[in-house]
């Protein structure tokens, strides 16, 4: 089983819509959890990042961490063209700098 | 702020020959500095963990003496792609911990490698 698994996609939705992304992850000890956005032929940008448990909201970005089901979550409301990218989640254990990544997920916003 | 740079972007090399890759932190101090490579559709695979000063962290399956790595100042990384073969065309990316942050790693825009 890989440590972090992420459906690759991809997903299309309409303009406006919400995006909703997520990972499962076999080892406990993840503590931090990041999701990051490719752009094609870029290196990835950090969008959010959340220690332990718990929900975080960044404009119209929201990350969930639900470390009790191994489950994290990325949502994207009021989806715009220019959030078309692949989403990457990530994540790494507490004094471990590896950080351990999703498969990605191609995501397509249609005007 | 927190800014990764890479040089070059883009290289072409003829196969037999070495390549070297920089990666910058230009506004911030990293102790720490990693280097990805990425097959098209596919994630970023791990390859070598550098801490400034010290030996490069190889993961299991990447050759040390192919991919050789140098962090010699805390804001410099520099991975050579020795004896390059068509193989080795990739998506190298580099990222960096900022010294003063947590977990956090920012990436750089990457370098496309292709061995002819």
């Known amino acids: 089983q890989k440590e972090v698994e992420q459906d690759p996609g991809p997903l299309s939705v309409p303009e406006g819509a919400i995006v909703s992304l997520n990972c499962t992850y076999s080892n406990s000890a993840f503590q931090y959890f990041m999701w990051y956005r490719q752009y094609s032929r870029k290196g990835p940008e950090l969008l959010m990042y959340t220690y332990s448990s718990g929900n975080k909201e960044d404009g119209r970005f929201t990350a969930q961490v639900d470390k009790s089901s191994k489950y994290i979550s990325l949502f994207i409301r009021d989806s715009q063209p220019s959030d078309s990218a692949t989403y990457l989640c990530a994540m790494s254990h507490y004094g471990n700098n590896r950080l351990a990544f999703g498969k990605g997920n191609q995501v397509v916003v249609i005007p | 702020g927190a800014v990764v740079s890479q040089h070059p972007s883009r290289v072409i090399c003829k196969s037999g020959t070495s390549v070297k890759i920089e990666c910058r932190s230009l506004?911030?101090?990293?102790?720490?500095m990693f280097w990805y490579r990425q097959f098209p559709k596919q994630s970023l695979m791990l390859m070598a963990t550098s801490n400034e000063g010290s030996k490069a962290t190889y993961e299991q399956g990447v050759e040390k003496d192919k991919f050789l790595i140098n962090h010699a100042s805390l804001t410099l990384s520099t991975l050579t792609v020795t004896s390059a073969h068509p193989e080795d065309s990739s998506f190298y990316i580099c990222?960096?911990?900022?010294?003063?942050?947590?977990?956090?790693?920012?990436f750089g825009p990457g370098t496309r490698l292709t061995v002819t």
């Open positions: 506004d911030f101090q990293a102790t720490t």
């Open positions: 990222s960096a911990r900022d010294r003063d942050s947590s977990y956090e790693q920012y």
